[in-house]
């Protein structure tokens, strides 16, 4: 289990709990300037960087669930920041610290970053869960603002807007989408309870 803290500490229950409950009736819950400046711009400087290690992502959504018109949309880059038992990058769980620790996470289930490139419209991919568990909760950090979006199921739309991030129970559809007004569109997704 992973614990909120680098320094071992854990939010408090009742952290936790309020966000939960705030999540639950809400059904998402939309914070803007969730990170200081100081904090977006350190993220943002790595982040953003050139050298950043992006992996080829053949697909967004598996093709049985994807919106794209064309399938030769239906791709990403991302980057693998926690899986657990299989992938730990604790290169940058300084910089991603100050979020989790905001979250209030109390365990985390996976964190990953995805980058999606400029394309002539915009492209939704497929509504998509990240998780079945239903205590959990999934958090999309925007790293950049542009023109693309998650949308929900019943057609609420999140506009990328930089140090924004939107929190809604795992199980809940969502479909991101690709951005036309910028060369790429970088999120954060976190999945944890």
């Not at 992006?54 to 030769?72: A, R």
């Not at 300084?94 to 419209?121: A, F, Y």
Request: proline share 4%; charged share 20%.
């Amino acid at each position: 289990m992973f614990l909120a803290g680098l320094d071992g500490s854990t939010p408090s229950l009742t952290v936790y709990s309020y966000i939960i409950y705030l999540v639950f009736i809400m059904k998402h819950r939309v914070i803007d300037n969730f990170l200081t400046h100081h904090e977006l711009a350190h993220l943002q400087e790595v982040y953003l960087e050139d050298d950043f290690p992006w992996y080829w992502g053949p697909t967004t959504v598996p093709y049985d669930e994807s919106n794209c018109k064309n399938e030769l949309d239906n791709y990403q880059f991302y980057h693998p920041f926690y899986v657990p038992g299989i992938y730990n990058d604790t290169r940058y769980w300084n910089i991603l610290d100050p979020i989790i620790k905001k979250l209030g996470v109390r365990s985390l289930l996976r964190i990953k970053g995805n980058l999606t490139t400029r394309t002539k419209e915009i492209v939704e991919h497929g509504y998509h869960v990240d998780f079945t568990w239903d205590d959990s909760l999934t958090a999309i950090y925007y790293v950049n603002s542009n023109d693309g979006y998650t949308v929900f199921e019943d057609g609420t739309k999140i506009e990328s807007v930089e140090n924004r991030i939107v929190i809604f129970p795992v199980h809940y559809k969502h479909s991101g989408t690709s951005c036309t007004n910028e060369k790429r569109r970088v999120v954060i997704n976190f999945n944890y309870f």
